[in-house]
């Protein structure tokens, strides 16, 4: 009972079933994927998609209005067992700043295993307009994680006279929630049980890259404020300020 263009608002009501063999979505690249999508009053629901990434599976579900206004959407992903990769790490990077490494660097190497429950909203798709309508959050569990080539890292290590510029950093059983609101990636307080030494975090990052986080490596007395952007960080001592799970 569709009219002319099925994908408008009073384009009719229609139920249909979702398939595809594989979507690269720059990132992350989904294979055997397969959904119900609805559209109904001028809303598509896609009520459940399932789909393979990096060896895991991923479930997403969600709406968006077709309306003559702007772009309103709203959607959840689950993810369990998705292995990761320097791709992944990113976008995971808002909210673990040391997963970021430098592009083209030929010593990056990042591995491990994620799941993640995640809930968005916001309106349109560019960065303007998300960057004040994108709200959400969830939670992000890691396992058996190996990173080299932070670009964090070695400023955090040179101030205990452990310089990790060539060596990896390892870490694991890590359950880190977090939000967004304007533009912001906000972690809550969480701590990596890493190897050679750890390291306790909190802070926010913008949708535009920039950072402020307080970071407490186990070796040192004093914590650091990390400022600057995820491409180029800078670290300095932060005495007065202390960390609530210190």
Do not use: C
Request: charged share 25%.
């Amino acid at each position: 009972n569709t009219k002319d263009d099925p994908f408008v608002a009073g384009g009719g009501d229609w139920t249909g079933r979702l398939r595809f063999a594989r979507a690269d979505l720059g990132p992350v690249v989904l294979v055997d994927g397969t959904g119900d999508l609805v559209m109904k009053d001028g809303t598509a629901t896609l009520t459940e998609l399932t789909a393979t990434v990096n060896d895991g599976r991923v479930r997403v579900s969600g709406d968006f209005s077709l309306d003559s206004g702007p772009l309103r959407w709203r959607g959840a992903l689950a993810a369990d067992n998705v292995r990761v990769t320097e791709g992944l790490g990113r976008p995971l990077s808002f909210i673990v700043p040391i997963l970021r490494t430098k592009l083209g660097d030929s010593r990056r190497h990042l591995t491990g295993v994620l799941d993640a429950k995640l809930e968005f909203r916001g309106i349109g798709t560019t960065y303007a307009t998300l960057a004040q309508s994108l709200s959400g959050g969830g939670s992000i569990g890691f396992r058996d994680v190996e990173l080299q080539g932070s670009l964090l890292l070695p400023l955090l290590s040179l101030r205990i006279d452990q310089l990790l510029t060539d060596r990896s950093y390892r870490f694991s059983d890590l359950n880190i929630q977090f939000g967004v609101k304007d533009g912001r990636v906000r972690a809550r307080p969480f701590e990596l049980r890493g190897e050679p030494f750890g390291i306790k975090l909190e802070g926010e990052a913008g949708l535009d890259g920039s950072l402020d986080f307080l970071v407490q490596p186990a070796l040192l007395p004093v914590p650091l404020r990390v400022k600057g952007t995820l491409d180029k960080p800078k670290v300095r001592p932060d005495p007065l300020a202390g960390l609530p799970f210190r």
